[in-house]
């Protein structure tokens, strides 16, 4: 049961040219959604993060978009560089914790590739 | 660099083995989590230590089992391997009890093969 879904594998821009990630969830009770970024070799990063109180969150060149409605998110990266070439994550939370912690779900992610 | 080491790197095992895999948290980190990357997948959760107990568990058997040490180093053990434990092993540290979303710091994970 896949409460996180990445439905694009992978996906290839123009350096300069906008990146869209999409993510979609099931799980009503998912509040909270994270954005993760991996090299190869190294650890999901964290990256930017949106409550579900909001619609929108912005960090330098990065977006995130929350439709609750749609239960759908998506992350935009503009521009592109190839340095933000990685496997990104996108992540859901519960609204409240759960016997002491909060259970962090991870879809099965986006590869992209940013060419020069 | 997140200051979180796991040690080994890569490890090839057979069936009906045992494993134990290390992790070392960032100092003052109390909370720990384990979890398993299958390839294609993304991360999914095993268990989380906080200060020495195991608070949370995700959907994975008995035979992963796990401990935390004053230190802030940890272990995730899993006897009698199966092929399908074949997977990249992450650990992630953070500073309180409820893991802030955010505030995870991922090492760079084992790759455990079993054959």
């Known amino acids: 049961d896949q409460q996180v879904k990445q439905n694009s594998p992978s996906l290839s821009v123009q350096e300069g040219r906008i990146s869209i990630l999409n993510c979609d969830y099931t799980n009503s009770m998912f509040d909270y959604f994270l954005w ?78 940013v060419i020069p | 660099e997140t200051g979180v080491t796991q040690s080994p790197t890569h490890l090839i095992k057979t069936r009906g083995q045992q494993v134990t895999l290390r992790c070392s948290s960032q100092s003052g980190h109390n909370t720990v989590s384990w979890y398993q990357q299958a390839l294609g997948q993304g991360p999914q959760f095993i268990f989380q230590y906080y200060r020495e107990e195991e608070n949370g568990r995700g959907n994975f058997p008995p035979r992963f089992s796990g401990l935390q040490f004053p230190n802030y180093s940890s272990e995730l053990n899993v006897n009698a391997l199966e092929l399908d434990d074949s997977a990249l092993y992450l650990c992630a540290s953070s500073p309180g009890v409820l893991v802030l979303r955010e505030t995870q710091y991922f090492g760079p994970g084992t790759r455990l093969l079993v054959l």
């Open chain 1, 36 to 113: 993760y970024k991996k090299y190869p070799a190294e650890g999901p990063t964290f990256l930017i993060s949106i409550s579900s109180i909001k619609d929108k969150n912005e960090d330098g060149r990065f977006t995130v978009f929350l439709n609750k409605s749609a239960k759908h998110l998506s992350l935009h990266i503009v521009p592109s560089q190839p340095g933000d070439s990685a496997v990104y994550f996108c992540a859901a939370s519960p609204a409240r914790a759960s016997g002491g912690y909060q259970k962090v779900t991870f879809g099965t992610g986006t590869k992209l590739q």
